[in-house]
Antibody
Framework: EVQLVESGGGLVQPGRSLKLSCAAS????????MAWVRQAPTKGLEWVAS????????YYRDSVKGRFTISRDNAKSTLYLQMDSLRSEDTATYYC????????WGQGTLVTVSS | DVVMTQTPVSLSLAIGQPASISCKSS???????????LNWILQRPGQSPKRLIY???KLYSEVPDRFSGSGSETEFTLKISRVEAEDLGVYYC?????????FGSGTKLEIK
């Protein structure tokens, strides 16, 4: 059974940092391009960042470029999102997904940026 | 970025009725590979999204065959032949042909 378990969310003040993790199981993680997608409260879905299967290439939406870093550890089947200089508009539930590799979704982890 | 426009914004249907949701993209989603990366997902209330359809019309194994997808280039449709209670939620189309991935704004299906 495929599982994606996101963790690391919480309440954080503006300007601070947070690191999200996504533990994958049930599929060959190292074979797949992975992405983080977020959903602000009561809003739609928004792509945040992607990484190739080897980790050699990364991609970001403009609003997080220079502040967020996506990475992966294929030996641990885990995806990460380091979020620095957080802003109130980053408040959302963050999901990890292999968009072209089965498109599974985890339960998400809620990040709330507020003073 | 490719803009994905979904209509209608909401649907209210009785169990057993058919449903149809449109998704239009601002650019052709036919990729250089010859594949069209137009996908559908369903988010039930209080839950994370669930996969439904990939590459326009291919159902994931666990998806009931009352769901179907069709379309090409810039116009796509998700159909449910007979709505069931478990189908309520928000349906999103999303494209993976062009960078960045973009999502439609969603269609909310309510059960009368």
């Amino acid at each position: 059974e495929v599982q994606l378990v996101e963790s690391g969310g919480g309440l954080v003040q503006p300007g601070r940092s947070l690191k999200l993790s996504c533990a994958a199981s049930g599929f060959t993680f190292s074979n797949y391009y992975m992405a983080w997608v977020r959903q602000a409260p009561t809003k739609g879905l928004e792509w945040v960042a992607s990484i190739t299967n080897s980790g050699g290439s990364t991609y970001y939406r403009d609003s997080v470029k220079g502040r967020f870093t996506i990475s992966r550890d294929n030996a641990k089947s885990t995806l990460y999102l380091q979020m620095d200089s957080l802003r109130s508009e980053d408040t959302a539930t963050y999901y990890c997904t292999p968009p072209f590799g089965g498109a599974y979704w985890g339960q998400g982890t809620l990040v709330t940026v507020s003073s | 970025d490719v803009v994905m426009t979904q209509t209608p914004v909401s649907l209210s249907l009785a169990i057993g009725q058919p449903a149809s949701i449109s998704c239009k993209s601002s650019q052709s989603l036919l990729g250089t590979s010859g594949k069209t990366f137009l996908n559908w997902i369903l988010q039930r209330p209080g839950q994370s999204p669930k996969r439904l359809i990939y590459q326009v019309s291919k159902l994931y194994s666990e998806v009931p065959d009352r769901f179907s997808g069709s379309g090409s280039e810039t116009e796509f449709t998700l159909k449910i032949s007979r709505v069931e209670a478990e189908d309520l939620g928000v349906y999103y189309c999303w494209q993976g042909t062009h960078f960045p991935l973009t999502f439609g704004s969603g269609t909310k299906l309510e059960i009368k």
